[in-house]
């Protein structure tokens, strides 16, 4: 069976991998020049560094058995984690149940009330008692309107922003204390968390690598462009060279007896591919640009991907020359600083890894009509720098060495209460195509993890239906 891929994140490269062991042919198309999508790196200075924050949790055992596979184990360093809230002009230390208690903005009795929420939410095994309702409205029933004001609130807010805040389903909530409990070797604990010394992309690499030993192709700067659907079956792919202002090194292009035909339009030369199954994994918007100008296409299977939302990560990375805080992760629960979360890399790892300088990453999540979201560069920073110094007054605009701002768009899905009835199956009604992205995580939230798991997941799918 030949299979064209789109995407070559998580999910693409695993379900990749596991398909070439079954002796399948595929063909991976990824329109960025590098490997490893939200997870890739960039060079910093000769160190390999997310563009966006990255780490595991103990619980991520689908990637951690991947990175064993692949003979990568020993890069895994765990490390304990450090969780603070900054709020009304004080930062609070949120390592275990106990720094709950000592969160002095709410009354002693409300603390408890918290920490006893959170410890039941911790212990609900089925999220599906909890699926009728948005995190709003059950936590402030729950743990109370001044619990939620302080901490939920705030959370929820930066995440999903005014817009959606208040739809988020409650199992949103339940899937990242779940997650954030299975990183401790008991409730009351410090987190672990993991972190591949050298950066994730080498993770990606080395699937490449097996990809292509296995006799398959992954093809960087490759822009898939349609989706090609007769009969109501996926018959191929067209592609191009992504522009060339996305600066690249020089694509891979696989020249096979899949490739149709060639042809020019605009100095685009577009080539057409051949394929019995296609597997999708970028976002639902793409993903819906890419079949919909087709009269094969239902237009109310349209809607359905009409209505599927995400927001925007925005990211603008420091290179500073002295620590920030003493925190890995600090909420900013305080509705006057315009960002979200300030995630120190350089507390979870060894300064050392980028020559003595210290990685914050100044972190939001958007829509794109979002004044923030448009914002240039160094506006950005002037924007943010200010409001660093209400954190940590010693702060100082000459700490900065270096600056870089990146973007995500669909980055988090935004998922409301009953979720699971609305959630996209992977099946779609054109047979022979299937979509595997990021907003088919659930209950958990989406990371590396649960792509790597679609990843395997779709690939059985596809050998199942062959
Ligand atoms: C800011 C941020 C922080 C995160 N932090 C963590 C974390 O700490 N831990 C964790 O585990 N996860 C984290 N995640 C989530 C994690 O990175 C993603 O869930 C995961 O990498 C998604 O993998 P994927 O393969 O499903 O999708 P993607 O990584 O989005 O891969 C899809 C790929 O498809 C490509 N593509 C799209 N359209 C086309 C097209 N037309 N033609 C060709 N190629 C196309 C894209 O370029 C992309 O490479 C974070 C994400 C963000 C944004």
């Not at 230390?93 to 603390?111: A, E, T």
């Not at 208040?166 to 199992?171: K, P, S, Y």
């Not at 030369?269 to 793409?286: M, R, W």
């Not at 979002?370 to 007054?393: A, F, M, Q, T, V």
Request: charged share 20%; with cysteine; hydrophobic share 35%.
């Amino acid at each position: 069976m030949k299979i064209g891929i789109i995407g070559a994140g998580a999910a693409g490269l695993t379900a990749a991998y596991e398909l070439g062991k079954k002796g399948h042919e595929v063909v991976v198309f990824e329109r960025a020049p590098f490997v490893g999508g939200q997870a890739s790196t960039f060079d910093l200075n000769g160190s390999k560094l997310e563009r966006g924050y990255h780490h595991l949790f103990l619980s991520d055992v689908d990637i951690i058995d991947l990175v064993k596979e692949l003979d990568m184990g020993e890069i895994l360093q765990y490390s304990d984690s450090s969780v603070g809230t900054f709020y009304d002009k004080k930062i609070y230390k949120f390592g275990s149940s106990w720094d709950l208690l000592k969160f002095s903005p709410i009354s002693i009795v409300n603390r408890i009330r918290l920490g006893l929420v959170t410890l039941f939410i911790s212990m609900i095994k089925d999220w599906k008692k909890i699926e009728n309702f948005t995190a709003d409205e059950w936590l402030r029933k729950y743990a109370g309107n001044s619990a939620y004001d302080a901490f939920w609130g705030p959370m929820l807010k930066g995440k999903f922003g005014e817009q959606y805040f208040n739809q988020i389903g409650m199992t949103w909530i339940w899937g990242k204390i779940h997650t954030r409990f299975a990183s401790r070797s008991n409730k009351f604990s410090k987190e672990k968390l993991i972190y591949p010394i050298g950066g994730f992309e080498q993770i990606f690499e080395k699937l490449t690598t097996l990809i292509r030993k296995q006799g398959n192709s992954v093809n960087i700067s490759q822009n898939v462009s349609k989706i090609i659907i007769q009969n109501q079956k996926v018959i191929g792919l067209e592609v191009h060279d992504s522009p060339a202002s996305w600066s690249s090194p020089q694509p891979l292009v696989n020249k096979s007896d899949d490739q149709i035909y060639s042809h020019s339009n605009s100095n685009i030369k577009f080539t057409k591919y051949k394929f019995d199954s296609v597997i999708a994994t970028c976002s639902t918007p793409v993903f819906s640009q890419l079949i919909e100008a087709q009269i094969d296409v239902k237009r109310s299977y349209l809607t359905k991907l009409k209505n599927v939302e995400y927001m925007s990560a925005v990211m603008l990375i420091l290179v500073i020359n002295k620590p920030f805080s003493k925190y890995y992760w600090l909420n900013i629960a305080d509705s006057s600083i315009p960002f979200v979360g300030i995630i120190e890399h350089t507390n979870l790892v060894s300064s050392s890894l980028y020559g003595g300088k210290h990685i914050l990453y100044i972190t939001n999540y958007l829509t794109k009509e979002n004044r923030l979201y448009k914002l240039e560069h160094k506006d950005l920073l002037s924007e943010y720098i200010p409001h660093l110094l209400k954190i940590n007054p010693e702060f100082d605009g000459s700490f900065i060495e270096d600056s870089y701002i990146h973007k995500v768009d669909y980055a988090q899905p935004i998922v409301g209460s009953n979720y699971s009835k609305i959630i996209l199956e992977h099946n779609t009604p054109i047979k022979g195509l299937y979509l595997c992205n990021t907003t088919q995580v659930y209950p958990e939230d989406r990371g590396t993890n649960y792509s790597v798991q679609l990843g395997k997941k779709i690939a059985a799918k596809v050998m199942e239906k062959q």
